[in-house]
């Protein structure tokens, strides 16, 4: 496996290997790798012939009262899983590279950013799809590959690629979850024993609402208060928003008649959480 | 020559000669071809192999107010002149495609955008950007040339660019002139008799604050002094800034002790001229 920090290195290599119609897929990632990431990798090692896996912890989607100093790092053990997995090429840039004096270009998806994340978190989706943007530039992939887990991020990217016309196939991986339904992320090992206990609420929550979907409520309402019933059972768990959304535009939807997302983030202490669920509504019986 | 429509079909040949390690040239326009384009496409011959002209007229990139109804348009003469200069395909794309229902990403080159024409037309630069990376991921050249005669806008591209790794090299060839220096641009067929008569003001304003510099003057004040004396003889012509300033950030400088551009804009009747001037001040004498 090559360890490449030199963006033009980086650049230099898929364009070598494109010229020979070698596919190349890529899996972005910030580091502190897990088995959500190792199912991306797993899924894009079966898609492609050369596989690049970033590790960047990205500044500039950080907001200023976020925890970018204290983002788990483990740069080690991520070479160690890259390397198990079969990966060719870990793309490790410093942010002085990526972000050079005098650097002032954004890429913004203006409208999906506004809602759900973007409210509480403004200056995250910017930075995100900034940093997307010019990693797609560097690395060149064929395809990429994002977790269902951050059900937002993975549809602003795919608006992005499709806007700007990057030629880079998205795809989406399911979310992998611990035993009680908790959905991985980086950010869990800082979880207080009895936080920990309890997280895994939201994604009961969103059973619950994907449950009266299933049995064939429509009303979104209804459905949100199946939800958040379940999280006001544990009184650590604060709310930030429980939402039914259309799966492409990411706006809330009245009445859940075919395909919808469930959206839920909350958080347990000074930890945020998000989960979601993609439902689709059963066909109604015709008389 | 061929003419491309679509855009899978514009990036699917581009993509065949790349694979092939055909260097591809490009040339975006937006039709109403004149000689300064002219020069342009022949730069671009002599450094590709594969030469790409695109022509669309772009709708983000005008205000509400302005003038993307009556911007001139002249397909069939924009090919004959692409045709007689070896082009090789002709890029045609329909504002439907380019900007297909629900699409909203925005590129923009925040603090260069704001000033200058920035100032006048808001909504320009992030139009230029947005579509240039467009056009960019589409076609897929290895460099693409632009006109020195929009110097934000190609100081703009540059920094773009540079700023999301886009890999493509940019050109920039020298303005070309009428007979008494007025700039040329599509937009000069619209200037009455009367005021194409004093246009060349412009230009002779900015070779007055060339002359001080290279004559030793470096104060700013007095270097656009002497330009706008040129200017205010012509009580036709509307000053919309003259400014010194860095050729990199576009900021304006107060001591020119190296190189500069002279930026001037201004009005005759409804029609807005820009010009520019890159000056390098003389060395200072050791003693």
């Known amino acids: ?13 898929s364009d070598r290997l494109r010229r020979e119609s070698v596919t190349i897929g890529f899996v972005p990632t910030m580091g502190a790798l897990h088995d959500g990431h190792r199912s991306l990798i797993r899924a894009a090692r079966l898609q492609c012939d050369a596989l690049v896996v970033s590790i960047f912890v990205n500044p500039t989607q950080f907001g200023p009262t976020e925890d970018f100093a204290r983002y788990p790092r483990s740069p ?15 793309f490790e840039p ?24 973007g ?17 797609f530039g560097i690395v060149r992939p064929h395809l990429a590959l994002f ?14 690629v499709q806007d700007l016309n990057m030629g880079v196939k998205i795809v989406v991986c399911p979310t992998i979850r611990e035993q009680d339904g908790l959905a991985m992320s980086s950010r869990n ?26 049995r064939g409520t429509t009303d979104a309402s209804v ?47 000074s930890i945020r959480l998000i989960d979601n669920l993609v439902v689709t509504a059963p066909a109604k019986r015709k008389r």
Chains 1, 2 share one sequence.
């Open 1 to 13: 496996m090559k360890i490449i920090r030199s963006l033009t290195a980086m650049t230099a290599w």
């Open 76 to 90: 080690k053990m991520d070479r160690a899983l890259c390397l198990s997995e079969g990966v060719d090429a870990c």
């Open 94 to 117: 410093s942010s002085v590279a990526m972000y050079p004096k005098g650097f002032q270009t954004l890429v913004t998806v203006p409208a999906m950013a506004r809602r759900w994340e």
């Open 119 to 135: 409210e509480s978190r403004p200056d995250h989706f910017p930075g995100v799809t900034t940093v997307v943007t010019k990693l």
């Open 147 to 160: 977790g269902q887990k951050d059900f937002q991020q993975a549809t602003l990217v795919q608006r992005l």
């Open 189 to 214: 090992v800082y979880l207080k024993t009895e936080e920990r206990a309890v997280a895994g609420a939201l994604y009961k929550s969103l059973l619950a609402g994907a449950d009266a979907i299933r």
């Open 223 to 269: 459905i949100l208060a199946s939800m958040s019933a379940i999280i006001r059972r544990e009184p650590a768990f604060t709310i930030d928003y429980l939402a039914v959304c259309d799966t492409l535009t990411l706006e809330p939807i009245s009445l859940v008649t075919s395909k919808a997302v469930l959206l839920g983030a909350g958080r347990l202490g």
